[in-house]
């Protein structure tokens, strides 16, 4: 699978992938709300190694586990779905391979357990 991180042009792909990303899910007005006051370079800086890592690349992620980072936050499957959609079309037009692009897909779908949940902190 390196063959995919390679393919994608290794760190500073990876880089251009999430840059480009966020700029989709910022713009989808139903998962912005979900970034309000959430430090995006931070953010950026944990899904560039995450994707290396689902690209066959490098692994330096240094953060919390998924299921805790994302504890409170609310995300519904349907948004959880949305981000994914969201990630395929970014690497999709960055020219990934459709092999690489179901690969990390995959990879992020099987974490859905830890992402997904009904409560959001401050919600009545």
């Keep these: 699978m390196v063959a995919f991180y390679d393919s994608?042009?290794?760190?500073?792909?990876?880089?251009?992938a999430v840059d480009?990303?966020?700029?989709?899910?910022?713009?989808?007005?139903t998962l912005a709300p979900y970034?309000?006051?959430v430090d995006l370079a931070k953010l950026k800086g944990h899904q560039r190694a995450f994707l290396a890592v689902a690209l066959g690349g490098p692994h330096a992620y240094a953060g919390r586990p998924l299921g805790e980072a994302h504890a409170g936050a609310g995300i519904t499957a349907e948004?959880?779905?949305?981000v994914v959609a969201h990630l395929a079309d970014t690497l999709a037009e960055l020219g990934a391979e459709e092999s690489a692009i179901a690969a990390v897909a995959n990879r992020v779908l099987a974490l859905e357990g830890e992402i997904v949940s009904s409560e959001r902190v401050g919600s009545s």
């Design 20 to 29: 480009q990303l966020y700029e989709r899910v910022m713009a989808d007005p």
């Design 8 to 16: 994608l042009g290794g760190s500073s792909g990876v880089e251009t």
């Design 79 to 82: 948004a959880f779905g949305s």
């Design 35 to 37: 970034f309000a006051g």
